[in-house]
Structures are given as structure tokens and as C-alpha cells.
């Protein structure tokens, strides 16, 4: 499991009601295609692989406290086996919402194992901090800065 925390200035409840609603990951979540709901507790998720690979896997939520914590997990089947969990608490000072995640995953085994492998990074920690940044950025700004306008400019001279 890899575990990282961000502040983030925006109210516990709104930043939980947002996550809790697991179609709104792809916002964020740059290696996530997309999300659909398949009942009150499960999702199924695509996610963007390797060389143009798609990986899809089942998900039921699971340790839901309201306000506080949200944890899912792979349902038998998934060609990922992987489990997560956030928990929003006040930050001190009424400065926002301390936003933690857990993100753990056992890739399968195989070509399919390598793809994965490379899909979550070489390092989970520089994965888990990316989409945590990303999602502080959406909530506090209502978008995610990038480097795409700078990028273009210099292409273009």
C-alpha cells in the first residue's frame, strides 16, 4: 500500500461527496478511461494501459464512513487485484481538508502483468502524489493546470 496526504482548501463534506461519486475519478486520475456504475456499491473501471491497452477490473466499496472515509476494492474476477482507501479530516486552523490515500495493487501475472506494472508506475509514491495534486487543483480551482499553452507557444514560434 502506498499512502500520501494533501491539504486541501475546500470544505471535508464537499471534497468526500465529490470522491464518494466514483465517475467524477477521471477528472483527475489521468490512467483512469472511465468509470460506470454497476449498482449501489460497484463500478467498473477502464483503465488506460501501455502501448494502447485498455485494463478493465470491477470494484465494490467497502468501509464507508460518511464524511470521513471511503475504501473499495477488486471484486474476484478483476484483472487487477487492488484496494484503496481516503479519508478526509479537518485541517487544523480551519484550513481546508487533509485529503489521505491508500492505493495498494498485486498486478497480475504475464504480459497483462507487465503492462500493469508500467500503468502504475515504476514508483506507486510519484503516482499517488500526482493524482493527489491533480485533485487539489480541481477542487480549489475548478481546473487542472498543465503545461500545454507553454508547450504550444514554443511549438509555434
Known amino acids: 500500500m502506498v499512502g500520501r496526504s ?3 482548501d475546500r470544505p471535508r463534506q464537499e471534497l468526500f461527496s465529490f470522491w464518494r461519486d466514483f465517475t467524477n475519478l477521471p477528472q483527475f486520475m489521468e490512467a483512469i478511461e472511465s468509470i460506470q456504475m454497476t449498482g449501489e456499491n460497484r463500478s467498473a473501471w477502464t483503465v488506460r494501459a501501455p502501448a494502447g491497452q485498455t485494463v478493465t477490473l470491477e470494484t465494490e466499496t467497502v468501509d464507508v464512513v460518511e464524511g470521513e472515509q471511503i475504501g473499495w476494492r477488486s471484486v474476484e474476477g478483476s484483472q487487477i487485484e487492488t ?3 481516503v479519508s478526509f479530516t479537518d485541517a487544523p486552523e480551519g484550513r481546508g481538508t487533509v485529503v489521505s490515500a491508500e492505493i495498494g ?3 497480475p501475472a504475464g504480459d497483462l ?3 500493469v506494472a508500467k500503468l502504475f508506475a515504476a514508483e506507486p509514491n510519484i503516482q499517488a502524489r ?5 485533485f487539489k487543483m480541481l ?3 475548478g481546473e487542472i493546470a498543465t503545461g500545454s499553452y507553454y508547450r504550444d507557444q514554443k511549438d509555434n514560434k
Open 6 to 8: 494533501v491539504t486541501i
Open 83 to 85: 484496494s484503496g482507501k
Open 105 to 107: 495493487y498485486v498486478p
Open 113 to 115: 502483468g507487465r503492462l
Open 130 to 134: 500526482h493524482e493527489l495534486k491533480r
Open 139 to 141: 477542487m480549489e480551482t
